[in-house]
């Protein structure tokens, strides 16, 4: 049974940086789509990035593009989202997901499995 966790978040300035990590166990994470999902407060959960198994390149969405990357750390069963040049409209939380196909995409409704969030909160 795959679970994720995820960590990383936290308080940073606008134009700052974070690291998000989402850690899997009980299964290995490289043959399973990742996404990244956050959700700010009254709004709803919005897919900002995904990974499929079979490249290593990530997808985003035009919110994130060019300021966010997301990578795969195959022994360290990790997919982590990198984010640059924050925004106070990033802060949110966020979430990563997997299932178990080989194209990733950015539905909530495409993933089975889901890490338990981790806030970011951009703010001067």
């Known amino acids: 049974q795959l679970q994720l966790v995820n960590s990383g978040g936290g308080l940073v300035q606008p134009g700052g940086s974070l690291r998000l990590s989402c850690a899997a166990s009980?299964?290995?994470?490289?043959?399973?789509?990742v996404g990244w999902f956050r959700q700010a407060p009254g709004k709803e959960r919005e897919g900002i990035s995904c990974?499929?198994?079979?490249?290593?390149?990530?997808f985003y969405a035009d919110s994130v593009k060019g300021r966010f990357t997301i990578s795969r750390d195959i022994a360290k069963n990790t997919v982590y989202l990198q984010m640059h040049r924050l925004k106070p409209e990033d802060t949110a939380v966020y979430y990563c997901?997997?299932?178990?196909?080989?194209?990733?995409?950015?539905?909530?409704?495409?993933?089975?499995?889901w890490g338990q969030g981790t806030q970011v909160t951009v703010s001067s």
């Open positions: 009980g299964a290995a994470l490289d043959h399973y789509a």
């Open positions: 997901a997997a299932e178990w196909t080989p194209r990733c995409a950015l539905g909530t409704d495409d993933y089975g499995s």
């Open positions: 990974i499929s198994t079979d490249v290593s390149s990530g």
